[in-house]
């Protein structure tokens, strides 16, 4: 008998604990706990939101659909992300209007190792529901180019290149805090054009949020690196720049050890903070 309950005791007080195993937790700025329903609240107010991840947190890849899922059922959404970048728009509009097919787009269009599982369930939501789908990003050998010869190398790109980013001049802040950190966080690549490569990024993906905004008056909803919108800064810092009549909105995406309490180094990161347990398998 005294097995049984002994056993008993055990299986009642296993089920309790993965019961309290949590996975994320969402929280405010200030490092309050909240929920999804508030978040989606928050963003039906926006002209724009901006959802940065990291790349290959499952948890994140799964909260953006379901955001773009409970915001499509109340308001008329339009759709973006830094991982399409803009002379890729063309293949982008194709496989969403069902001209191609996943085998085609993927030919034609440079896709991110991590498509398939991370970003195609939200591209595939926006092809079922005729959503737009814009991409954001400058193409990626003009960033690289501007690494290496900074902005002025911009200036003799033609005329349809040069309609693949931001308008030339881009305004340029090199004591951002965000463009300091990365000086101090990859020195081996730190030299005065490595911001700048960034600060192209985002002020492309600043200007083509806007201008889908501009156009058909929708919620905009973005998905970036938290890097690039986290402490306001970054693509939320283009917006307000170029188009400070804006209500934008901010998500961040961070890994901690405990999800029960935001850590101090996290707060003010964003809007809402999504915290993922550091132990949950990630994409890649």
Known sequence: MRTILLSCFLISSFHIAAQDIQAYQ??????????????????????????G????NAIAHWLQLELVKALHERDSIVLGAEMFERDNQDALDKYLNGEIDAEAFDTLARLWSNYQTDYRPVVDFARENNLPFTATNIPRRYASLVYKQSFKAL????????????PLPIPYDPSLPGYQKMMEMMPDHANENFPKAQAIKDATMAHFIIREIRRTGNLFVHLNGAFHSNNFEGIYWYL??????????????VEQENVTQLDDENKGLADFILVVDEDVTTTY
Do not use: C, R
């Open 26 to 51: 969402l929280y405010t700025k200030e490092g309050k706990k909240t929920s999804f329903k508030k978040v989606v609240k928050h963003a039906l107010n926006q002209d724009a939101i901006l959802f």
């Open 53 to 56: 991840e990291q790349h290959n």
């Open 155 to 166: 200036d003799s790109l033609s005329a349809q290149e040069k309609s693949w980013m931001a």
């Open 240 to 253: 307000i720049k170029y188009a400070p009549d804006l209500n934008i909105g901010t998500i961040s995406t």
